[in-house]
């Protein structure tokens, strides 16, 4: 059971290039999300789904896409990358049956926008 | 706007003290309550869960849940420098994203 996993680990991108950060988990969570943390802050949801098919924005989804096409996988698109998306991304999954459950995290992507 | 509010710290203790960290939240029907903890370049893990009003305990670590209060706390006892991390308060409310606070840093000082 490898839980959540995400790559790449590390990226450093040019301004306005474009990237797709990947993300699966094999828990069969029907919850996915993205969140990005900045140095010394705390965590920012961008995106999430409550199952294959369906997303919605959090708080800050300006700059990024995301599909969810199925129960596994929930990659976000950065599109024109900018210098303020340079962060770490994490990906986490849960299960809700009514009430969303424990987040499980992956170890992260470390993004850097030059 | 649902809040999670913490004491951002650090909170500095010797080791084998008690450290209590500390965290209050804005949405009266919030059912679950989960205490994080992130080292450093590292992604959170999963301390505790609390969903009842009273106290959880598990090995060094106990959580408490006052509803009326809107309070939940993290004590650690016997505080080891390994224990030296950012701890997140999340709480979560029917189907909506748990919502988390910014962390307390702790700093176990050997």
């Known amino acids: 059971n490898a839980g959540v996993t995400q790559t790449p680990k590390f990226r450093i991108l040019k301004i306005g290039q474009s990237m797709t950060l990947q993300c699966t988990q094999d828990m069969n969570h029907n919850y996915m999300y993205w969140y990005r943390q900045d140095p010394g802050m705390g965590l920012k949801l961008i995106y999430y789904?409550?199952?294959?098919?369906?997303?919605d924005k959090g708080e800050v989804p300006n700059g990024y896409n995301v599909s969810r096409s199925t129960t596994e996988d929930f990659p976000l698109r950065l599109e024109l990358a900018a210098p303020s998306q340079t962060s770490v991304y994490f990906c986490?999954?849960?299960?809700?049956?009514?009430?969303?459950?424990?987040?499980?995290f992956g170890p992260g992507t470390r993004l850097t926008v030059l | 706007q649902k809040e999670v509010e913490q004491n951002s710290g650090p909170l500095s203790v010797p080791e084998g003290a008690i450290a209590s960290l500390n965290c209050t939240y804005s949405d009266r029907v919030s059912q679950s309550f989960f205490w994080y903890r992130q080292y450093s370049g590292k992604s959170p893990e999963l301390i505790m869960s609390?969903?009842?009003?009273g106290d959880k305990e598990d090995g060094r670590f106990t959580a408490q849940l006052n509803k009326a209060s809107q309070y939940v706390s993290l004590l650690i006892r016997d505080s080891q420098p390994s224990d030296s991390a950012t701890y997140l308060c999340?709480?979560?409310?029917?189907?909506?994203?748990?919502?988390f606070g910014k962390g307390t840093r702790l700093s176990v000082i050997a």
């Open positions: 999340a709480v979560g409310s029917g189907n909506t994203p748990l919502v």
């Open positions: 986490a999954s849960s299960y809700s049956t009514g009430t969303v459950d424990t987040q499980y």
């Open positions: 789904s409550v199952g294959a098919g369906i997303t």
């Open positions: 609390i969903y009842s009003n």
